[in-house]
């Protein structure tokens, strides 16, 4: 199977104990068969340890504790998982994240989510213009070269990215729903961070924003990522408009969200964004019927 990753893809590297909001708090940490096969199999003075904090309750998974903490993140920010058995103990979810797959036909795309704080830094300060290792019989599938149109019309810097939003829903022929309110659809979502709560009041009066143009590259990167990550699961549902949609829109939350117009409150929203939305199909299948 080939394999597709953007231009960016092998800058990143798991900061650890650097790490502002680390994804083993307040995730659920499902462990795949073959991990928990290795685990069972395992005889070193770690093992007692690592399976009296698994519990096999509906899938098996380790225990957290009162604060959402997964058992083996030690004081320090580290993984005794690792620090004791090595990188290759990880279960499936732990060495993946903060990746994401696409499929289609016999080739698979991975990419970086914005969910983790160094990942999302990587994607939205990426002063490069933002590309796939596509192959030539890739590009010749229709929605992969819809696709690049999208790409070619949001990378395109003779104008503004407002100008390049309004370019590509003409090329789409489609406009958000007018009507919509959209703090109430988000509002109502399935939420985990009171964060996301404060953010939304912003959009209470609507996602119309103006501000200046020193972000414009960094929210290319936003749409860019957006759409990869997104469209191709059209495949599925038929959304194809509709995933276009849901990259202007989220684009346009985000955007009247950062008030402060900064990177750094950029980084930090869309980090959330991901967290409350990404990883969740029933709040993503929400919008999307919205959209329609």
Same mark, same amino acid.
């Given at each position: 199977?080939?394999?597709?990753?953007?231009?960016?893809?092998?800058?990143?590297?798991? +900061?650890?104990?650097?790490?502002?909001?680390?994804?083993?708090?307040?995730?659920?940490?499902?462990?795949?068969?073959?991990?928990?096969?290795?685990?069972?199999?395992?005889?070193? /003075?770690f093992?007692?340890?690592l399976?009296?904090?698994?519990?096999?309750?509906?899938?098996?998974?380790?225990? !957290? /504790?009162k604060?959402?903490?997964?058992?083996?993140?030690?004081?320090?920010?580290?993984?005794?998982? +690792?620090?004791?058995?090595?990188?290759d103990?990880?279960?499936?979810?732990?060495? /993946?994240?903060?990746?994401?797959?696409?499929?289609?036909?016999?080739?698979?795309? +991975?990419?970086?989510?914005?969910?983790?704080?160094?990942?999302?830094?990587?994607?939205?300060?990426?002063?490069? +213009?933002?590309?796939?290792?596509?192959?030539?019989?890739? !590009?010749?599938?229709?929605?992969?070269?819809?696709?690049?149109?999208?790409?070619?019309?949001l990378?395109?810097?003779?104008?503004? $990215?407002d100008?390049?939003?309004?370019?590509?829903?003409?090329?789409?022929?489609?406009?958000?729903?007018?009507?919509?309110?959209?703090y109430?659809?988000?509002?109502?979502?399935?939420?985990?961070?009171?964060?996301?709560?404060?953010?939304?009041?912003?959009?209470?009066?609507? $996602?119309?924003?103006?501000?200046?143009?020193?972000?414009?590259?960094?929210?290319?990167?936003?749409?860019v990522?957006?759409?990869?990550?997104h469209?191709?699961d059209?495949?599925? /549902?038929?959304?194809?408009?509709?995933?276009?949609?849901?990259?202007?829109?989220?684009?346009?939350?985000?955007?009247?969200?950062?008030?402060?117009?900064?990177?750094?409150? !950029?980084?930090?929203?869309?980090?959330?964004y991901?967290?409350?939305?990404?990883?969740?199909?029933?709040?993503?299948?929400?919008? !999307?019927?919205?959209?329609?």
């Amino acid at each position: 199977m080939t394999i597709i990753t953007p231009n960016y893809y092998n800058k990143f590297k798991c +900061i650890a104990d650097k790490c502002k909001h680390s994804c083993c708090i307040g995730w659920e940490i499902d462990i795949d068969d073959t991990t928990l096969k290795k685990y069972n199999n395992l005889k070193s /003075d770690f093992a007692n340890r690592l399976k009296s904090n698994i519990s096999l309750a509906n899938a098996p998974h380790f225990k !957290l /504790d009162k604060s959402e903490r997964c058992p083996f993140l030690n004081e320090q920010g580290l993984c005794d998982i +690792i620090l004791n058995e090595g990188e290759d103990m990880l279960c499936q979810i732990c060495a /993946d994240h903060p990746r994401f797959r696409n499929y289609y036909g016999d080739f698979t795309e +991975i990419g970086l989510g914005l969910a983790c704080e160094a990942a999302a830094k990587i994607i939205l300060t990426n002063k490069e +213009i933002a590309a796939l290792n596509l192959t030539p019989k890739a !590009l010749e599938l229709p929605i992969i070269k819809f696709r690049e149109n999208i790409f070619d019309i949001l990378q395109d810097r003779e104008f503004s $990215i407002d100008e390049r939003v309004e370019n590509l829903l003409t090329f789409i022929g489609a406009q958000l729903p007018f009507d919509a309110d959209w703090y109430t659809v988000f509002n109502n979502l399935e939420k985990m961070d009171k964060a996301w709560d404060k953010y939304l009041l912003h959009i209470k009066d609507g $996602i119309d924003c103006y501000t200046d143009n020193s972000l414009d590259a960094a929210y290319e990167q936003l749409l860019v990522y957006l759409i990869f990550r997104h469209l191709l699961d059209s495949q599925y /549902d038929d959304y194809l408009k509709e995933r276009v949609l849901f990259a202007v829109l989220i684009y346009k939350v985000i955007k009247k969200i950062n008030t402060s117009n900064t990177l750094e409150e !950029l980084l930090e929203i869309a980090r959330i964004y991901s967290c409350e939305i990404e990883y969740s199909d029933e709040n993503i299948d929400t919008i !999307l019927s919205k959209l329609r």
